[in-house]
C-alpha cells in the first residue's frame, strides 16, 4: 500500500478516536447524552416531546392551582353569605307580628341593612385583582346597590374555563347568578320562527343541525331518476338553487310551505320521490324523504330564532304587530318606561334595546333557542313586561301576564283562591250584584272567560291594553263598577271601583304577577321593606324563601367542594405523570456515567495502542526508497 494512502487512512482513524472521545469526555463534563440534536437524533426528539410535556403539564399545574384558590375563596365568600342568611332567619321571627311593636321593627331593618351590606361586600370579593362573582365580568364590580335600596347585578353567568389537562378544561369560577339567584327565573315564550331562503341549515332542527349529503329524486313525468349532491348547501336558499337548477326543464319548484316552517317541492306534473343515497342522511334530517306524491311537505324543520332573525319573521311569519306608538310598558323596581321598539329589525336590534343599563335587565335568547329570554338584574323589586296598547309584548313571548298565566304562579307564587265556596263578587253599574264562580280556573284566561259569560258582550274582562292586570267594562247601567275586596279579588288584581258614570270606561286591574329574583339579596331588601312597613304577610312568605335558599346555597357549595376535590384529583394524577416523565426524560438526556468512562477507557486504550502501530509502520529510512 502507497505510504502517502497508509498515512491518508491513520490520520481520519485518529481523527475519529479523537472525536468520540472528545464526544465522551463532553457527555462526562455534561451529564448528558447529547449537545447538538443532530448527535443523537431519535433520542433528542424523544427528550423534545418529553420536555414539551412537562412544560404543558406545569401550565395545568398552575391553572389548577390558580382554579382551586378561587373557587375556595368563592366558598369562604359564600360561608360569610351563608351566615348572614342564618341571621336573617332569626331577624325576621323577631320582626312578625306582635312579637315586636313598631319601632322594634325599625330597629331590626336597620340590622338587615347591615346584612345587605355585608352580602354585597362578600359578593364583591376579589382574588388577584378579579371578581369571584362577576361571571366573564371579572374586572367590573358585579354588585351595586340603586338609590332605591334594591341591589343591581352587573355580571353574567359565563363561567370561566381553563385547560387542565390534555383535551380537558374545567370551570374556575361560580357567577353571580348561579351564586346567588340574582335574577329573575327568565321570561320567555315559543316564537315560532318562520323559515326563510336565508336560514341556515345548522339552525334547523333546534340548532342541532343537518348535515347535507347526496339525494335521489325520482320523478314520474317525465320517467327520471336524478342523484342531486346537496353537501355544499348552507342555507335553505342554498338547497332551493341545487334542487332545481339540478332538475332543470323538468320544471320541479322548491319553496317555502304556507305555515313557513318547512320545505315544499312541487314537480310541474306527476309525481316526486326523494330518498337519501347510501349511508347518506339529508333528505331524512331535511324531512323531504319521502314515497312518491304530488308534492312533499317536509313540516316543521323547528328553525332556531338567531340574532340575525327578523321580526318580521317571528310567529310564522305574520312577525309581532304594529310597533309604531305602541312598544313594551317595562317596571323594573323605580323604573317605569315606554321602550320604543319601532326601529328594531332584528331580534338583535331588540336585544340591544333592551340591554340599556337604566332598564336593569339581562337578555337573551332562551336555552331552547326558540324565544328571547327577559329577567331583571336587581334584587328586592317588581319587575314585569306589559302592552302599551299594542301586542308587541306578547308577540314576542315577553309579557308578563298572559292568558297562559297560571293562576298558582300568581303573588309571587302564593296563588288566587279560586275554590268552589269563594266567588268573585262584582256590582255592575245598574247596581245589580254578581257572585262568578271561579272554581276550576287554572289560568287567567279561564278567569276572563267565565266573567265573559255571565252575561255575554255586556260584562267584559280582558287583559289591560297598558301595563297588566285585567280590566272590566260594564254597560248595564250609568252607576259605579266595583269588584269587592274579598281575597280573591285582591288575589286577582281586580278589587276596587271604578265610580264614573261612563259604560266605556274601565275598571283597570293591577298586576297580579310581578316578577322577582329569587335570591338572598331580594329576601333580605324585601324584609327591610317588609318590617319598615310592618307586613306580616310578606315576612311569612319570606321566611319559607330564607330555608330553600339555605338549601340551595348548601348545593352550590357543594358543587364548588366537588369541582375542587376533582382539581385536585386531577393535579394528584398530573405530578404522578410528571415524575414517570421526568424519569423517561432523565433515561433520554442523562448519561450512564460508569458506561461512559469506561467507554472513554477503552477509546483512550484504542488511541494510544492505534499510536503505538502508526510508529511502527510509519518509520521511515533511505532504504524504504531505494
Known sequence: MPNSLRSQRLQVTLQDAQYQMALLQDQISSGQKFQLPSQDPSAASHAMQLTTLLAQNKQYDANIQSSVAFLNNTDAALGEISQA????????????????????????????????????????????????????????????????????????????????????????????????????????????????????????????????????????????????????????????????????A??????????????????????????????????SDLRI?????????????????????????????????????????????????????????????????????????????????????????????????????????TLLGIRTLTGNTLLTTLNYGQGAPVNAGNPLTITRRDGSVVNVDLSGSLTIQDVITKINAVDAGHLVASLNSVGNGISLTDDSGAGALSVDSSTLGIALGMAGTEPGSNPAVALVGTDANPQEAGGILNILVRLQRALIAGDDRTMTRLGGQITSESDRLSGVRGVIGSRVQTL???????QNQNIQTQEALSSAKNVDMAQVLSELLAQQTAFEATLRIAAQTMQLTLVNFL
Open 85 to 248: 342568611l342564618i341571621t336573617a332567619q332569626g331577624l325576621n321571627s323577631s320582626g312578625i307580628g306582635a312579637s315586636s311593636n313598631p319601632t322594634q321593627k325599625q330597629a331590626i331593618s336597620l340590622q338587615v341593612q347591615g346584612l345587605i351590606q355585608q352580602v354585597v361586600n362578600a359578593g364583591n370579593s376579589t382574588l388577584g385583582g378579579r371578581y369571584l362573582f362577576g361571571g366573564s365580568q371579572s374586572a367590573s364590580v358585579p354588585f351595586t346597590i340603586d338609590p332605591s335600596g334594591g341591589v343591581v347585578y352587573h355580571g353574567d353567568q359565563q363561567s370561566l374555563d381553563a385547560p387542565v389537562a390534555a383535551g380537558l378544561a374545567a370551570a374556575t369560577n361560580v357567577d353571580g347568578n348561579s351564586a346567588l339567584a340574582v335574577l329573575s327565573p327568565p321570561i320567555s315564550a315559543d316564537v315560532n320562527p318562520a323559515l326563510t331562503l336565508q336560514t341556515r341549515l345548522s339552525d334547523l332542527n333546534g340548532g342541532q343541525g343537518v348535515v347535507p349529503s347526496q339525494i335521489n329524486v325520482v320523478l314520474s313525468s317525465p320517467a327520471t331518476t336524478v342523484t342531486i349532491d346537496l353537501s355544499q348547501a348552507k342555507t335553505i336558499g342554498d338547497v332551493k338553487d341545487l334542487v332545481e337548477n339540478a332538475l332543470g
Open 250 to 283: 323538468l320544471n320541479v319548484t322548491v319553496s317555502i310551505n304556507t305555515t313557513k316552517d318547512g320545505f315544499l317541492i312541487t314537480p310541474a306534473a306527476g309525481t316526486i320521490a326523494i330518498s337519501d343515497t347510501a349511508g347518506g342522511t339529508g333528505a
Open 289 to 393: 324523504a319521502s314515497a312518491a306524491a304530488a308534492s312533499i311537505d317536509s313540516g316543521d324543520l323547528n328553525p332556531t330564532l338567531t340574532l340575525t332573525t327578523k321580526l318580521s319573521d317571528l310567529n310564522g311569519g305574520t312577525g309581532i304587530g304594529v310597533t309604531a306608538g305602541k312598544g313594551l310598558l317595562i317596571k323594573n323596581g323605580a323604573i317605569s318606561q315606554v321602550v320604543d321598539i319601532s326601529s328594531a329589525v332584528t331580534v338583535g336590534d331588540l336585544v340591544n334595546l333592551l340591554k340599556d343599563p337604566d332598564l336593569g335587565l339581562a337578555v337573551g335568547i332562551n336555552a331552547q333557542g326558540n324565544g328571547l329570554a327577559v329577567s331583571t338584574r336587581i334584587s328586592g323589586s317588581d319587575f314585569s313586561i306589559g302592552e302599551n296598547g299594542g301586542t308587541n309584548a
Open 568 to 574: 385536585e384529583s386531577i393535579d394528584s394524577t398530573l
